[in-house]
Each structure stands twice: as C-alpha cells, then as structure tokens.
C-alpha cells in the first residue's frame, strides 16, 4: 500500500528532543524553539516570526491583534480548511466567501471587490498546494479600501510570489507544521508579522497576556499581567523536532519536487489529450511540491478513480467541502456572487501520495495506475 502521507522524519529528531531534555528546557520558548523563529525569518524576511502551537492559533493571533469584532466580515475562499474561518468566526465575525480560479483554486482576486461592503475588516488568501494567490491585486485591493490582509500559507513555507516568501507579504502570514504539511512539528505553526509595531502585542497575546518575552530579553525585571492573553506557544521538543526539518528544508523540498515533476511529466500526455487537469503554476509562483492533485471530468469519475487506485494499493484522497456547503458555514457565513468554480472543482480533485522519501518507483507506479483506470 503506498499511503498518502507519512509524516516527514529525517533522522536528527530523536537527538534534539534529548538536547532540549538535557538543557533542562522543555517549556515554550527554548532553544530550539529561538532557533526555527531565526530560521523563518532568516529564510522569509518577515520582520517577526513566532512558533505557536498550530496554524489555527497562529490565525486566531491574527484575529485578536487586527481587533476583529462581532459583526465585522472577512472574505475569504470557500475552498479551504475550517481553521480559517473558525479564527474569525470565534471573535463573531461573518465569513464572506468568494469563488476562486479553476487553475490555481485560489481566491479568485477579481471577485473580491464586489464582496466588499462597509463592514469588511480583512481579507484572508489562502495558497493552496503551495501556490501563491495573486497578491499585487490583492494587496491593491486592500490598500485602497483599508483592509487588513491575513495570508493563510499553511501550504506555503518554502514557496514564493515574485520572488517574495510567502506569508510575509500580507499584514500577518500564518505556517503549518502538522504532521500532514512539508516541515513538521506533530502539531504547530507559525505566526509571521511584517510589521515591527506588532510585534510586542503579538508577544503579548501568546504569552498569556504577560510581558514575559521581554522579561526574558532583560527589558523589565519582573514580568506581569499587561493585556488580554493566551497560551500560543509550543513546547521546545516539539520545537526540536521541527528544527531538525529546517535545517533539511533545501532537501526535503528538492526531494518533493522531483515526486511532483515525475507525476506531472508521467500524466501531462493525459491533460494533452484532454482526458484529465493537472495543477497550474502560474510563472510568478515558486511552489513548494506541498501537494499534487489531478481534476477528474466529474464527481463520478473521481469516486471511481480513487476506487481504482485503492484497489491497486494506492492511498488517493479528496479534499476541501467548501466551507459555504457545510452546516456551520452555512449558519455563519454568506458566499457572495455565484459559485461557479467551487464546488465543480472540489468534486473533480484527487490528491495523490507525496511525501518527504517517497520513493521514484512509488510515483512511477501511482501514475501507471491512473492511465491505467484511463485506458479502462
Ligand atoms: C493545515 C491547514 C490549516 C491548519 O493548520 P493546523 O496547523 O493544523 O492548525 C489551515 N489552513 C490550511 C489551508 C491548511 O492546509
């Protein structure tokens, strides 16, 4: 069986857990946990990165430090993972969905002016499989109506948008390190700050509303309760861990693109025939090989087409229901203008096996076996 995802592990994991043990540090903001902040903003430029304990949290950050109120609406794609509208759902805010493209199934950034309204707050991309969102639109967009932008690049570390990392282009940039993404913590994420005037309420936030972060710099010599607060931070083994995969993200990165590029080379004489789609990076898009989908015609093709494979011993899978067909969302939110590429498109994808060693063989089998459910 070849599996969909298996967490990456490069080897080191094991001894930076037990140097944390050893330094008799294993709460949040050790060594490690100093060393993956360095790290990010050392690879993406942001003013300020801080580990948190998920890409949730890392998102519900954003949504305190913006003062996002009961009644304020954000717009963002239907197209995507709960925790993105959760963040603002909880500080009572309206999900204001709108259609994305059917090439990058991306926040569809000529739709979003029509989604604005009086009561719009921010706007929320989300880079799907790594590939940016057109963000000079976006950023235009925002910029003359005073928008907070909040990018969720949960997909995206290591990825890039004219040359920009992403995440650090928008007012805040939220990373993933679960199990399930290319660098990984178990669970975790990062917060990125672009702006250096946030970044002590950031602080702040996610150390349970106290100025211990600057106690810890020496700047005050006790720390205290100062603002509202919680608790955002992970522990330094789970630090550890991550740490291990940063200083291998080149080669782990390059080790996925290669299984992305071998399935893109092996399927495209199928997307040349017209038979099936594969993923689209536009030229101003470096991606990260976070995720390689294909679009079947329809629903009933892509069921039949992940029977297939799991019958062939090939864990494939779906993705996203859009957020504006679920019970919550529907009870939140509101989609605006018309679903044209949503829902049509959610039900053509199919996502196949790709993860950090996987192996040629592997991906030379799994794309045999697609044109070999084709010829069927
Ligand atoms: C994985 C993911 C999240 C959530 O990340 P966690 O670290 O599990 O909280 C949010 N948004 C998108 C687009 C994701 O892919």
Redesign the pocket.
């Known amino acids: 069986m070849i599996g969909f995802n298996i967490a990456p592990f490069v080897g080191k994991e094991f001894a930076y857990i037990k140097e944390a043990i050893e330094a008799e540090h294993i709460c949040g903001d050790g060594m490690f946990t100093r060393r993956c902040n360095q790290w990010i903003e050392e690879h993406t430029g942001t003013a300020k990165a801080l580990l948190t304990t ?3 949290h890392a998102t519900e950050m954003a949504a305190l430090l913006l003062d996002i109120q009961p009644g304020d609406e954000v717009i963002m794609p239907a197209y ?2 709960v ?2 509208a959760n963040a603002f759902v909880l500080r009572g805010a309206v999900p204001v969905f709108v259609d994305i493209r059917p090439d990058t199934l991306n926040l569809d950034e000529k739709l979003i002016e029509a989604a604005i309204t009086e009561r719009t707050k921010a706007i929320v991309p ?1 880079h799907y499989a790594g590939v940016s969102c057109e963000m000079d639109a976006i950023m235009a967009l925002a910029g003359n109506y005073h928008l907070a932008v909040v990018e ?1 690049a ?2 995206g570390v290591m990825s890039a948008y004219k040359g920009q990392a992403l995440g650090t282009i928008g007012d805040y940039g939220c990373f ?3 199990e ?2 290319n660098f990984s913590m178990g ?1 975790g ?1 990062a917060l990125l700050i672009r702006d250096r005037e946030h970044v002590e309420n950031a602080e702040i936030l996610r150390e349970k509303g106290t100025n211990r972060s600057k106690f810890f710099r020496g700047q005050v010599d006790k720390y205290t309760w100062v603002n509202q607060g919680s608790s955002y931070l992970p522990s330094d083994m789970n630090a550890a861990y991550l740490w291990a995969q940063l200083e291998m993200a080149e080669e782990i990165t390059a080790d996925r693109m290669g299984s992305w590029e071998t399935y893109y080379q092996e399927l495209r004489p199928l997307q040349e025939q017209g038979i099936l789609e594969l993923p689209v990076v536009p030229k101003d898009c470096r991606h990260n090989a976070h995720m390689f989908y294909v679009k079947a015609r329809d629903l009933g093709e892509r069921t039949a087409l992940i029977a297939y494979l799991k019958e062939k011993g090939v864990q494939a899978v779906f993705h996203y229901v859009p957020l504006h067909t679920a019970p919550e969302g529907q009870h939140v939110g509101r989609f605006e203008g018309e679903d044209r590429f949503t829902t049509k498109e959610s039900e053509r994808l199919t996502r196949l096996p790709l993860y950090y060693g996987l192996k040629r063989e592997q991906v030379l089998y799994v794309a045999e076996m697609v044109k070999a459910f084709y010829r069927g």
């Open positions: 998920s890409c949730t995507t993972f925790s993105t989300v969720d949960a997909q993933s390190f679960h399930t993404k669970e994420g």
